[in-house]
């Protein structure tokens, strides 16, 4: 028997990390699990399909028997199991609305001579029970296969651990990608050790780990227009010509009459110079300012002050002032590459050069800004030789962008030559951890090469045995008394006639070339008409019967076996329920380990009524908690409560108080509220509002007698809409919510039914 588990892990979402708490009895022979639905139920049955030898990918488990012994995955459990569940419905009933699939039954007494043949092959086979020396060929394999199983793993676990590691050193994609086929494939290229010292390890590792970036364009000054439809011309060269014709132009001086207040306020002379222009362009001699007539004079001696030559020297001036306008943005736009472009071992060299390369170009701005100011300046002092005080040093400028080329130049060599020296150094990296457990590998690979061999042997004449069972079970002929054996338990588990089934017969030859006639599948039939529909619970019904048949097969004893049955009622009706108990009583009674799950509070009373009264069992019940608020499922004791009360709707009211008092905003206390909110109150309007009417329909009813409507509408919603969620689907804004609906509840149950509510309450305090 199976008395503990121990640890589940990566079953599901629900166990995916489950360990036994130490105050957990352990099972018995009668086991009683509850659970509501989404609880985790028909996920911890298919645990015992994976005991059993079903593979279930990631599954890890420890179960441990009475007499302490251990069992993990890939360990072949001594005991056979067999599990009635959804998984078993879907595979067994799934094409029942056209043909059932065929079906294995009880021998018959006229088959005693091939039955005796059958028990002799099956004592080589599985050992005599009344002979401990002879333990049979499958236990014997069983044992061979357990211990290449471990070995099989400690090497497995060994390349594992390894190809992490190896992972780890490589770095990068490799990290994800380099797993356990990939360090076997490398180990067994391996003819020789090679570790590497301590030094060459850690230059090896960094090589490996750095991932290879794209080449970088190197960093120039982009060409310009001065004139829209002009050549273009280089920054550099610009900057000279503006340099060199700047001193000239400054140096520059125009024979002009001085007029002193121009001369002391350049504001003045240039709005004087700009009216001039005006009044010349207008031929007007009248002043616009003061209505006044120029006099002859004043305008001779303010031409004789702006004459031609100042024109065009002033002019040149705002020409180098418009070259250095459209030069300076284009200075200014100038960014250098994302530092991040760059191998981490030149991004601080990068860094460096960068700032001095943004130094550099403040630099030269503000130089060009100094020497348009000056130019600008001139303007005013055409009559005066002046000496350039800006000089436009460039020379800087571009050695700072040559040591950021410079740095391209590294980066790009590094990138061109990358795959050959990373590839190198993850080769040794793989060499040298592969290494350290080539002496452990090789011994277990020989071990298990031994095994191997022994193994086939074994499964060799295990196969032959076999097939010679297979060839007497053929020879016995009995498939109208399968219709008699499955028609008749469907009936007793219905409790009604109504679905049959009738054998599906065809012609076939043996190997002797003689006809036999063969069952291919078995029609389902309602009444004496073929059934054209099934509903959930029929299907359910007719799932188990198939199941109970088979736990008749000729391999597997129920007195000698583990049966595992999770919500056999499922989808039933309410009038199916007690002859389905008392089929399922009569089928398990005699077994040696039973292990019933359900969500039926009713069907659960009827088994824990007939335990008591017949040597008893183990009563648990499978919780849901939420770690990290994660929801997880563990198995724990039956609460009291399930056992004292005769109603579910008792049970469920107090554990609903229970809840009320203990809402601590967490996830893990609101979560099992809505299903139990919503079953208590659809079963309080049940009695409370008995019109036969829908829940929403019987608010209706409530709001026209003067309830509070928004109460009910709260409730009503709160229990529609997060009843029968999951972990997934549970939004953690609802938590402060739940713990005001469940108050509102009450008190709603208290307004409707105070004499009720007052007596349950007492009841269940």
């Not at 028997?1 to 009895?25: A, Q």
């Not at 960094?206 to 960093?219: E, H, R, T």
């Not at 409560?641 to 203990?662: G, N, V």
């Not at 919503?678 to 009695?687: N, S």
Request: hydrophobic content about 35%; some cysteine.
């Amino acid at each position: 028997m199976i008395s503990k588990i121990n640890k589940i892990k990566n079953l599901g979402l629900v166990f995916s990390n489950y360990t036994r708490d130490s105050s957990l009895p352990d099972f018995k022979q009668f086991n009683l699990v509850y659970g509501w639905n989404g609880s985790g139920k028909t996920t911890l049955s298919r645990l015992f399909d994976g005991i059993n030898g079903t593979v279930i990918d990631g599954l890890e488990y420890e179960v441990e028997d009475e007499r302490g012994n251990k069992y993990k995955q890939g360990e072949t459990f001594l005991k056979k199991i067999r599990v009635f569940n959804q998984d078993y419905i879907q595979n067994n009933v799934k094409i029942l609305e056209s043909r059932a699939n065929s079906i294995s039954v009880l021998l018959g007494e006229e088959n005693t001579g091939l039955v005796e043949k059958i028990e002799s092959d099956r004592k080589i086979l599985n050992g005599d029970p009344d002979d401990p020396t002879i333990p049979g060929k499958i236990s014997l394999h069983a044992e061979h296969v357990k211990n290449k199983g471990r070995k099989t793993t400690e090497r497995d676990g060994k390349f594992t651990e390894i190809a992490k590691t190896i992972g780890a050193a490589i770095g990068g994609n490799a990290l994800r990608d380099y797993r356990k086929p990939q360090a076997e494939k490398d180990f067994n290229l391996i003819t020789t050790k090679t570790e590497l010292s301590e030094d060459d390890l850690e230059k090896c590792s960094l090589s490996a780990k750095q991932d290879s970036l794209l080449p970088i364009d190197a960093f120039t000054l982009k060409k310009i227009k001065l004139e829209d439809d002009g050549e273009d011309f280089d920054i550099s060269t610009i900057l000279e010509s503006v340099d060199k014709e700047g001193k000239i132009l400054l140096k520059k001086t125009v024979e002009s009459e001085v007029i002193s207040r121009l001369a002391e306020n350049e504001d003045i002379s240039q709005w004087v110079e700009q009216g001039i222009h005006l009044h010349n362009k207008h031929s007007s001699n009248i002043c616009e300012y003061c209505l006044q007539k120029i006099p002859t004079t004043r305008i001779e001696q303010l031409a004789r002050c702006f004459n031609e030559a100042d024109k065009v020297l002033k002019t040149d001036l705002d020409n180098l002032v418009e070259k250095l306008k459209k030069v300076y943005p284009a200075i200014q736009s100038l960014q250098t590459t994302d530092r991040a472009r760059f191998y981490a071992e030149l991004q601080d060299s990068f860094d460096l050069k960068e700032a001095h390369f943004n130094l550099a170009k403040q630099k030269i701005l503000e130089d060009i800004t100094k020497l348009a100011e000056e130019l600008k300046n001139k303007k005013s002092k055409t009559t005066e030789a002046i000496e350039l005080k800006t000089i436009l040093d460039t020379k800087d400028f571009y050695l700072r962008i040559d040591e950021i080329n410079s740095i391209v130049t590294t980066h790009n060599k590094t990138t061109s030559d990358f795959d050959t020296l990373k590839k190198a150094a993850i080769q040794k990296l793989k060499l040298h951890y592969l290494s350290t457990i080539f002496d452990e590998v090789k011994q277990l690979g020989t071990d298990i090469t031994k095994l191997t061999e022994e193994i086939k042997l074994l499964a060799t004449e295990i196969s032959e045995i076999q097939k010679r069972i297979t060839d007497n079970l053929a020879g016995i002929s009995s498939k109208h008394k399968a219709c008699e054996v499955i028609n008749k338990k469907l009936a007793t588990f219905l409790g009604h006639k109504e679905l049959s089934f009738i054998p599906h017969t065809k012609t076939e030859a043996d190997e002797n070339g003689e006809e036999k006639e063969v069952v291919t599948g078995y029609h389902i039939m309602r009444g004496d008409k073929p059934a054209v529909y099934l509903s959930e619970g029929e299907k359910t019904a007719i799932a188990f019967v198939y199941f109970v048949v088979h736990l008749g097969d000729q391999d597997f004893k129920v007195s000698d076996g583990i049966v595992v049955i999770d919500d056999p009622i499922s989808s039933l009706d309410s009038n199916s329920l007690y002859q389905a108990f008392s089929f399922l009583k009569n089928t398990v009674k005699d077994g040696e380990q039973v292990f019933i799950f359900t969500h039926s509070f009713d069907f659960l009373k009827l088994l824990i009524n007939w335990r008591r009264s017949s040597g008893g069992a183990g009563y648990y019940m499978i919780k849901n908690n939420f770690p990290s608020d994660v929801r997880c499922a563990y198995i724990d004791k039956m609460d009291k409560e399930l056992c004292e009360y005769e109603s579910e709707y008792h049970y469920l009211f107090k554990l609903l108080k229970q809840l009320r008092d203990e809402q601590d905003d967490s996830i893990a206390k609101a979560y099992p509220v809505p299903n139990i909110a919503r079953k208590v109150w659809d079963t309080f309007l049940m009695f409370s509002v008995p019109n036969g009417k829908n829940t929403y329909k019987k608010m209706d009813d409530l709001k026209e007698a003067k309830f509070d409507e928004q109460k009910l509408d709260a409730i009503y919603k709160f229990t529609n809409d997060q009843s029968h969620i999951t972990g997934a689907g549970f939004d953690p804004a609802l938590v402060p919510e739940t713990k005001k609906v469940v108050k509102e509840l009450f008190e709603m149950m208290e307004a409707i039914s105070p004499n009720h509510f007052k007596i349950i309450d007492k009841a269940t305090n």
